[in-house]
């Protein structure tokens, strides 16, 4: 027996305004039936797994133990970090390395962590 992920679960101090932001940082709809103030809303990717955000009543106290990590499709992994500074995310730990390699971790707009890897392009052109 085995099992399959079906959902991915943030918890969120509000859900529609989290999942908005994300909807914004993936390119992908909030699920039609999500309004302002409903305690969870949902985003669907196309290979079938689920961002699913929970509204819970206590904040984020501690490092997230599972995170995201990002991998831009269209832009270097520089430019994807501008934008996303731009829409409201901090950076946390920068490990960009003066070759090209490395990452940046990030902050959503609630302190959830991600990361920011480099776009498939940039590691084909390292390799």
């Known amino acids: 027996m085995t099992s ?3 959902n991915v679960t943030v918890d969120a101090r509000d859900s529609y305004e ?11 709809p909030l699920h039609p039936d999500d309004n302002p103030g409903d305690p969870e809303c949902l985003i669907e990717l196309p ?3 689920r961002y699913l955000f929970i509204n819970v009543p206590e904040g984020k106290t501690v490092k997230n133990r599972v995170h995201i990590c990002l991998q831009p ?3 270097t992994r520089d430019e ?5 500074l731009g829409i409201g995310a901090t950076i946390y730990d920068d490990q960009r390395r003066p070759d090209g390699t490395g990452w ?3 902050h959503d707009p609630e302190g959830n962590e991600f990361c920011v890897e480099r776009s498939a392009a940039e590691r084909a052109a390292t390799s």
């Open 4 to 6: 399959i992920i079906h």
């Open 73 to 75: 499709s269209d832009c």
């Open 104 to 106: 940046v971790t990030m």
């Open 18 to 28: 989290i999942a908005s932001w994300w909807s914004k940082v993936l390119g992908l």
């Open 47 to 49: 290979i079938g797994i």
């Open 80 to 84: 994807e970090v501008e934008r996303l």
